[in-house]
C-alpha cells in the first residue's frame, strides 16, 4: 500500500503516542498530536524547554504508535529534522485551536518537526486471519518483521499445527504468510529441528 494512505490515517487519528531516547539510553514517551500530512511527511511541533525537544533536536530519531479505528494499530519509525518557522504558522491555520494553548507570538515557543523517513505498519487484530501491512517513505527500506521458514525444515508440520492463525502452509520448506502472522513465536518454539528464525528486529 502507498505510505501516504498511512501517513494519512495517522493525521487523522491526529492523537499518537511518541517515543524517544533520552541522553543515558532511556526511553521516553509522551502523548502528541500528529499536525499536518504532507507528500514529505508528517509535521509534529514542540515547545524548546521540553525534554522531547532536546531528545529530537540531539538524535533525529522518533518512533509513533497510534489505535485507529476499528481496533486498528498503526507504528512508526523514523527520522525527523527541524524545519523552517512557517511551518509553524502552517500549523496553526490547519490546528487553529493550538491558538487557545500558545496564543500571539508565544507560538513561536515551538519549533516544527518533520518526520522526513520511515518505515511502518498497520495491524488489524480485529478479523480472522488477523492482517498486517508494511509501508516506508523517504527512501527507508520497506521491513517485515515476523519469522521465516529456513531451508533446514523437515517437512513435519509441526510449526502449521501450533500456529493460531494458521498462516503457515506446506511446501519445502513450509511457509509463513507474514501478512497474516501474528509474530507470537509458537511456530519457534515448536520446530524441534530449529528451521525457523526471526526476522529483523
Request: hydrophobic share 35%; net charge neutral; glycine share 8%.
Amino acid at each position: 500500500m502507498d505510505a501516504q494512505f498511512y501517513l494519512k490515517m495517522f493525521r487523522t487519528v491526529k492523537i499518537a503516542s511518541a517515543a524517544t531516547v533520552d541522553a543515558d539510553g532511556n526511553p521516553q514517551s509522551r502523548i502528541i498530536n500528529v499536525m499536518l500530512c504532507e507528500p514529505e511527511g508528517l509535521y509534529i511541533v514542540t515547545s524548546r524547554g521540553k525534554p522531547f525537544y532536546r531528545q529530537l533536536a540531539e538524535t533525529g530519531k522518533i518512533a509513533l504508535s497510534a489505535m485507529a479505528p476499528d481496533c486498528q494499530s498503526l507504528k512508526l519509525s523514523g527520522r525527523a529534522r527541524k524545519v523552517e518557522q512557517k511551518w509553524v504558522d502552517r500549523v496553526f491555520e490547519q490546528n487553529p485551536g493550538m491558538n487557545e494553548v500558545y496564543p500571539g507570538e508565544s507560538r513561536y515557543a515551538l519549533d516544527a518537526f518533520l518526520i522526513y523517513e520511515g518505515s511502518g505498519e498497520w495491524f488489524d487484530l480485529l478479523h480472522y486471519p488477523i492482517r498486517r501491512e508494511t509501508f516506508s517513505f523517504g527512501g527507508a527500506p520497506e521491513e517485515h518483521c515476523g519469522f521465516e521458514i529456513t531451508g533446514s525444515c523437515i517437512g513435519c508440520g509441526a510449526c502449521a499445527d501450533a500456529c493460531p492463525q494458521k498462516c503457515i502452509s506446506e511446501g519445502t520448506p513450509y511457509k509463513i504468510a507474514w501478512e497474516h502472522c501474528l509474530q507470537c513465536g509458537l511456530c519457534s518454539e515448536t520446530c524441534p529441528v530449529g528451521a525457523i528464525r526471526r526476522l529483523h528486529r
